[in-house]
């Protein structure tokens, strides 16, 4: 039998000796690491589908939904996301030692900072094995170690990218330890992880809201992230119908299972009438059941009359809520009050209620006129994320690079006292 919190903690003393070499290395070290490993995956890539066939065929065996089944496949285009992510984080600027805001004060001296790795980064995942080699990625660039503890559905998945990634580690010279896939399923392994303080500097969790919850408050060490991806598309009087159909329908249908998903579509009440028959029969052709208020219940007879809940679920789901607004106002207010801070948009055509909107919705990302399924780092030009922060302090919204670092003040002087 394993002694889990022994193993955790031997993971955790090797990560933080490989974090002092990883933070240390340049930046050339870093990006033939992370191009080797691009090359190990693609080179592997039918060895890889064929691991994750086995976590398919396992999690239909164990009931997972089509939402998590989705999540959990690495079809070829996945596969070569993956790829290109590696790829584009190795040509991103290295943040790492960077010095801003030098300044020279009045005694002489030169004040600025310094951007510094955080230093052992425990990442904790369900389904997704995309999120090893995206977590990998940016945490060796940004000279971060890293202990990555992946769902038990996705095992098979997660240990062939660890070989791969081993090999990139191993052709750059680059300790073994700076990336380390925990071996083991048993869900101890997470309360060991997320309470080693002197080992682990930052937790991001990544999966469900149960999952999420139960490590914000079981940690002990800080942690970054999201709860729910309670995602709003707000319609207003004056949008162009043709974009907002375009708009509503990518944010809902191109995938479900996802936290930038389109959870609530607001309508004004002026493009309501007009606009909501038109959305209801493409939303039927791809089985999205609707929930309404009683104003879209009588413009669409297939709507289901929405609770209270549903204006604070994360359906994950083809389910959608939608509300008829008198207008801005009312939708800000409604954003503001159900939102889980995650992604919102607004489709319009006066730039003067964008720019309100813009100003006012206090989530992570607000956009205009684009589908809330941007809200993702590699759509960002981050290369690939993390995760999505919904909190205020240090990160917000997909954390890249930037996110995985901190600032830490240096001075230089010549000699110089203070009198």
């Avoid at 300044?103 to 090893?132: A, D, F, H, K």
């Avoid at 660039?141 to 098979?156: D, M, P, T, V, Y």
């Avoid at 930038?260 to 909501?276: F, R």
């Avoid at 995650?342 to 055509?349: D, F, K, L, P």
Wanted: proline residues 3%; glycine residues 8%; contains cysteine.
């Amino acid at each position: 039998m394993m002694d889990i919190e022994q193993y955790m903690r031997q993971l955790g003393q090797q990560a933080r000796v490989a974090g002092r070499e990883t933070g240390k290395a340049d930046s050339g070290r870093k990006n033939q690491a992370l191009l080797a490993i691009a090359e190990a995956i693609a080179a592997d890539s039918a060895s890889l589908a064929a691991e994750n066939t086995k976590d398919l065929h396992a999690g239909r065996e164990n009931g997972l939904d089509a939402a998590a089944l989705d999540r959990l496949e690495l079809t070829p285009g996945r596969i070569a996301a993956m790829v290109a992510g590696l790829e584009q984080v190795a040509a991103l600027p290295d943040p790492v030692g960077e010095i801003s805001n030098l300044s020279y004060r009045p005694s002489g001296i030169q004040v600025g900072q310094m951007r510094v790795p955080l230093g052992v980064i425990g990442i904790i995942y369900e389904s997704r094995p995309n999120v090893t080699v995206d977590a990998a990625a940016l945490c060796l660039k940004s000279g971060n170690a890293c202990i990555l503890r992946g769902g038990s559905e996705s095992i098979h998945s997660n240990r062939a990218i660890a070989a791969c990634i081993a090999r990139g580690l191993d052709k750059a010279g680059l300790p073994a330890h700076a990336v380390q896939v925990v071996e083991t399923t048993d869900r101890a392994a997470v309360g060991a992880l997320i309470t080693m303080k002197e080992f682990v500097d930052v937790i991001v969790p990544r999966g469900g809201k149960s999952l999420i919850e139960r490590i914000s408050h079981e940690a002990t060490i800080p942690v970054i992230k999201h709860l729910d991806g309670i995602c709003h598309v707000y319609i207003d009087g004056q949008a162009d119908p043709d974009k907002a159909v375009a708009i509503a329908m990518n944010a809902k249908t191109h995938r479900y299972g996802v936290c930038n998903a389109m959870e609530t579509l607001l309508v004004a009440e002026s493009m309501a009438g007009t606009l909501l028959p038109v959305l209801a029969a493409q939303f039927a052709e791809k089985g999205v059941e609707l929930r309404g208020c009683l104003k879209t219940c009588s413009l669409v007879k297939n709507a289901l009359r929405a609770t209270e809940e549903d204006w604070r679920t994360e359906y994950l789901a083809p389910i959608l809520s939608i509300k008829i607004v008198a207008g801005i106002d009312e939708a800000i207010a409604h954003i503001n009050k159900y939102s889980s801070a995650h992604t919102e948009s607004i489709v319009t055509e006066d730039y003067t209620l964008a720019r309100r909107f813009l100003r006012e919705v206090d989530s992570s990302s607000v956009m205009v006129n684009a589908s809330t399924r941007f809200a993702d780092g590699f759509e960002y030009g981050l290369g690939a994320e993390i995760g999505i922060s919904t909190d205020k302090l240090h990160a917000r919204g997909p954390v890249g690079l930037l996110g995985l670092t901190s600032l830490k003040y240096i001075v230089l002087g010549d000699g110089h006292i203070r009198q």
